[in-house]
Each structure stands twice: as C-alpha cells, then as structure tokens.
C-alpha cells in the first residue's frame, strides 16, 4: 500500500544512479523537503544498473515511500520524525530497457546527475564498449548518455556524486573523458564536455540503516500503514558540494533551503572533520570493542569505558592536528559522539571492520604520524587500536571464530602469513609492511608500544573497562 501523499509531484529532472537505501534516505529525502519547503518541482528517475524493475516495490507504489529519522536530541530525549518522499518518481533498468535511459539523457528537462554506486562504482573499464546496451561500468554508462545528449542538442548536465570517494567528481570527470579516448569520440564532443558540464566533488554524511527489524510492527501501528520501502535514518544529516571558482553556480538549491547542505569552494575540510572524527573514532574503538565482545557502537557507548576512550582519543589525539577552527570541531565531536549513542541505530562494529586496514591507512596514520612528531612519543589511543587490530585479525582472541576478519583477498594472505610469527618478529612484520600501510610505521617506539600491547592482548578476556590500565 503507497503511504499518504497530499502533495502536487515534480517533474522529472534529477536522474539518479543507484537506489538503495542511502540515497533515499539522504539525497531523495533532501530533495522532498526541499520541494516542500519552497515549492520546488525537482522530480528524480531512479536508474537500477543490474537486473530489471517488475518486481519494484517502488514502481508498484509510485516512487512513494517513508523515511523515519530517529535519534537522541540535544537533551539526550529521544525525538523522531516522519517524511513521506514524493520526489522519487519511477525505477528505471538499464539491462532492460536501455533505449529509455537514452531517451532520458535527450530529455532538455533533465539538469542533474547524481550517484551512489559505492566507492568501487568510479572505476575505469577496459573492456566498456559504447556499442553496450549498456555498457557495465557506471563511469561508462555516463559517458555514453553524455555523448548521446552532446548529440540530441541538449544542456549539459551537473553532475553530483555522491560516493565517499576522495574527489570523485574530479575521478568521473576524467573517467568519462578516458572513455571518450578510447573510443575515438571528437574532440567537439570534448569541447562541449568541459564547457556545458560541470563535475562537482562531495562529502555525504547520514548513517542510513534502511529497514526496521525488531519494531518494524510497532511503527506500521503508529504509522495507520505497512510500507514495504519504509526506511530508518538518523536525524543527522550533512551535504557539502563544491563550487571552484572555475564552476558554474549549483543548479540545484538544496543549500538555499536545507540547513544539513553547503555549498563550498572547497570540500576537503568538511571531508576532513569527517574522516577524521568520525570515521577515525570508529576505526580505532573497533578493535577493541570486536574482542571485548561488545556487538555494537551503541553498545560501547553504554560503557562509561568505550565512551571515555573516544573522548580522549578526540580531544588529544585527533583535533589538536586538524587545521580547522576549535569551536567548529568541537561542536563537530559532540554531535558524533550523539551519533554513536543512537539507540535506533544498531550498528554492527563486525560491519564496521569490513576493510579495516584500508580504513586505518587513510583515517587514522596521519594523525599517528602528526601525535609523534609533537610529541616525539606514539600516539597512545592509537597505538593501543593498531595492536588490537593485529590480535583481531590474527585471531588471538576468545571468541574469534564467530569474528572471521573480512578485508580483501590480498590483505588477508599477507597478514594470514604472519600467524608462525611471535613477539617482536610479529610486531616488526606488522609495523613494516608497506603494502599494508603504504609507509613502514617500524620505529622503535612505535614497535615497543605495539609488542607490549599485543602480548597484554593475545588469548585472554578482554573489558573495555581494562584499556587504561594497558597505557601505564
């Protein structure tokens, strides 16, 4: 059954690669209250890159679907609130109905392009052909509707992807602009790319569960509906595109009416508060709480231990060597800290380890690296994290058969090869693999804090509760 909606629908003028849970909940959410708020007629065509669209529950309720935000308020009370989206208009396959995703790129009513094809999605692919119906690749499948659009007549379109990849509308631009190498488009076609269209770099941050499980019935009551497409969030929400000085203003005015969106001339602090308070906090709690037995981030926040710990770690190891403005992160660190306490959000710190040394190379080594050249001394809360992901993924815990690591086939083999190894032989091997890292961290008080650490660590219970006994 469709939820209730009283409101006139948009036209079409957003199309939108990938429809899964964080995009409906985040981008199309923004987009519907934008349309509300100032009666805007920003419509989004939703295009589904693999499969076909017969068995949508979102074409079979007309793009209508809920979004429930819910979290903790200021004052710790829990607060919620309800948003039916009819801005999402219909599902749309490539693999079957191609010919109409053409007929869309000719559409001069179309204006914006945006994505969420996961940080894999912006790749380049050899073997793309333009001849495809469609071609695999979303950066292929881009180039092919541009190139099709450059020849109907029509407007250049603004593209606005949202993947977390570092500068990804700078990488799609030059994907889309390698593919039209490729395959001996002219340079007129070129001309019009750079002059018509416009790439525009981002940083997305919701948590965006998606369906309810424990109290899905419970909300349907309160509802008076069942909504098959029903999504949970949180209540935070935060858009940062950029505008270099070289692009054409937004076209899209989420910023002149959503208070969660901003326009920059440059994403990258916002990317960086981002990266390092939130992500890295996460990325260095997880060890710990993973062989301590604590299943999720709310979880550890209910533990004076667990919260203690990401205080600290962002008050003395990771703004102090964040070049923004105090009062701007400190704001920042409260409201993550809300984020982490979200009861409505259970999330599953083994989720959170997928890739985790990707994840400690990019979040958490170049404030590691900054803490020792200040202090001339390892980062504690840091050190402590890195030891603890070795004894996580090792193994080297009670409980560890239920906690397989999850990372990438080569990264698994590399570290799987370290388990004959002990004591600093272990640690050395660790520290000094730059494949891992893409540096050696093998300084000799770096190896010391890690050894001592590890052996406090490997194949004995561990309580969050004991993590500043390990310092001393």
């Excluded at 595109?241 to 070289?246: K, L, T, Y």
């Excluded at 959000?345 to 083994?350: G, L, S």
């Excluded at 804090?449 to 660590?457: C, G, Q, S």
Aim: net charge neutral; glycine share 8%; proline share 9%.
């Amino acid at each position: 059954m469709a939820p209730p909606y009283p409101h006139p629908r948009p036209r079409a003028r957003i199309l939108q690669f990938g429809g899964g849970n964080f995009l409906r909940g985040f981008l199309d959410w923004k987009v519907e209250g934008m349309n509300r708020a100032a009666g805007t007629d920003w419509g989004i065509i939703v295009l589904r890159s693999l499969g076909g669209v017969a068995d949508s529950a979102l074409n079979a309720q007309d793009g209508l679907y809920t979004v429930l935000a819910r979290g903790l308020g200021a004052d710790g009370q829990p607060v919620s609130d309800v948003r039916v989206v009819g801005a999402v208009l219909r599902e749309i396959s490539c693999q079957t109905d191609w010919p109409r995703v053409l007929e869309l790129a000719a559409n001069p009513e179309i204006e914006v392009v945006v994505s969420n094809t996961t940080e894999s999605g912006i790749a380049h692919d050899p073997g793309a052909d333009p001849a495809d119906a469609p071609p695999a690749s979303f950066p292929a499948k881009l180039a092919v509707l541009l190139h099709h659009r450059w020849q109907a007549g029509a407007p250049g379109w603004q593209v606005i992807p949202c993947e977390l990849t570092d500068k990804a509308g700078d990488l799609l631009a030059g994907l889309v602009r390698r593919h039209a190498a490729d395959w001996g488009w002219p340079q007129a076609f070129l001309d019009w790319l750079g002059r018509a269209c416009s790439f525009h770099n981002t940083l997305v941050d919701r948590i965006v569960p998606g369906r309810p499980r424990g109290d899905l019935a419970a909300i349907e009551s309160r509802l008076g509906y069942a909504d098959p497409c029903l999504i949970t969030t949180e209540p935070f929400h935060f858009l940062a595109i950029e505008q270099r000085p070289d692009q054409p203003p937004i076209r899209l005015p989420l910023a002149d009416f959503d208070d969660g969106t901003l326009v920059t001339p440059d994403v990258t602090p916002w990317k960086l508060r981002k990266v390092a308070l939130l992500n890295g906090a996460h990325t260095a709690l997880c060890p710990l709480a993973l062989i301590a037995g604590i299943p999720t981030v709310g979880a550890a926040m209910g533990d004076p231990a667990g919260r203690a710990f990401l205080v600290r770690l962002m008050q003395e190891e990771i703004k102090p060597f964040l070049n923004l403005p105090g009062p701007d992160l400190d704001r920042f660190a409260a409201e993550v800290l809300n984020r982490f306490a979200n009861p409505f959000i259970a999330h599953a710190w083994h989720d959170i380890s997928l890739n985790a040394v990707s994840k400690i190379r990019q979040r958490n080594l170049d404030r590691m690296a900054a803490y020792h050249a200040r202090h001339g001394a390892p980062a504690p809360l840091f050190s402590l994290s890195l030891a603890a992901w070795l004894v996580f993924y090792l193994g080297r815990f009670p409980g560890a058969a239920q906690l397989p690591p999850r990372d990438t086939p080569e990264t698994l083999a590399r570290i799987a090869a370290l388990q004959p190894l002990q004591g600093l032989a272990l640690v050395r091997a660790w520290l000094g693999d730059t494949t891992l890292w893409g540096r050696s961290l093998d300084l000799p008080d770096l190896r010391a804090t890690v050894l001592h650490h590890v052996e406090a660590l490997s194949e004995r219970p561990f309580r969050l509760a004991d993590w500043p006994g390990l310092l001393t």
